[in-house]
Nanobody, 127 residues
Framework: QVQLVESGGGLVQAGDSLRLSCAAS????????MGWFRQAPGKEREFVSV????????NYADSVKGRFTISRDNAKNTVYLQMNSLKPEDTAVYYC????????????????????WGQGTQVTVSS
């Protein structure tokens, strides 16, 4: 069983940056593809970004491309989401998710493809 704990959320102004972290425990971190999703008030949870097991391949939602960067440190069992140029529409609860990566560079973008989820961290961007 894999446990995921997000941190790094907060209240920032438009244009600011935040770095989210997700610490994993209870499994072999290097075998899991790691994703970030978010859910804004009144909306469904949506894909943000994913990184493959080997940190070689990444994918981003169009809404965050060029502003957000996902990375992982397999030695620290942690995945990061660097968020720059934040906008009010980025306001949401951000969730970390994990699933076994079938291939070293497999990427997964659908919510139902993930097995494990964190509790989420709130990001609020004021205008």
């Amino acid at each position: 069983q894999v446990q995921l704990v997000e941190s790094g959320g907060g209240l920032v102004q438009a244009g600011d940056s935040l770095r989210l972290s997700c610490a994993a425990s209870g499994g072999t971190f290097s075998l899991y593809a790691m994703g970030w999703f978010r859910q804004a008030p009144g909306k469904e949870r949506e894909f943000v970004s994913v990184v493959s097991r080997r940190n070689s391949y990444t994918n981003y939602a169009d809404s965050v491309k060029g502003r957000f960067t996902i990375s992982r440190d397999n030695a620290k069992n942690t995945v990061y989401l660097q968020m720059n140029s934040l906008k009010p529409e980025d306001t949401a609860v951000y969730y970390c998710a994990a699933r076994y990566g079938v291939l070293p560079n497999s990427l997964y973008v659908r919510e139902n493809e993930y097995t494990y989820w964190g509790q989420g961290t709130q990001v609020t961007v004021s205008s």
